[in-house]
């Protein structure tokens, strides 16, 4: 099994810069992807960066151009580096990671959540 941790969530002035780390903890060998979410009051909880295991990276619109999404393999640790932050990206940032058989045959299908930090910007 696996166990996701994620830090870095701060409170911030509108521009500024906020780096967020996850780190998976246990069996890790199985790991694919990693990623976070983010959540707001009253919205729906939302994909803003993904990176898989060979480097391909997905960002939502609202985020391109501003996050940089990163990862250690050996560290088995991901990073979202934040930039030029707007009252809108205020949230919990959720970081989750995927098991896959692609990674190899014994491997299942699983996601792991961690249990999120908080990002505040304000104007």
């Known amino acids: 099994q696996v166990q996701v941790a994620e830090t870095g969530g701060e409170s911030v002035q509108t521009g500024d810069s906020l780096t967020l780390s996850c780190r998976a903890f246990g069996d890790t060998k199985c790991v694919s992807s990693m990623g976070w979410h983010r959540q707001a009051p009253g919205k729906e909880r939302e994909l803003v960066a993904g990176?898989?295991?060979?480097?391909?990276?997905y960002y939502a619109d609202s985020v391109e151009g501003r996050f940089t999404i990163s990862r250690d393999n050996e560290k088995m640790t991901t990073f979202l580096q934040m930039n030029d932050l707007k009252p809108e990206d205020t949230a919990v940032y959720y970081c989750n990671v995927d098991s896959h058989p692609s990674v190899q045959v014994s491997c299942i299908r699983e996601d792991y959540w961690g249990q999120g930090t908080q990002v505040t910007v304000s104007s």
């Open positions: 990176i898989l295991s060979d480097g391909t990276i």
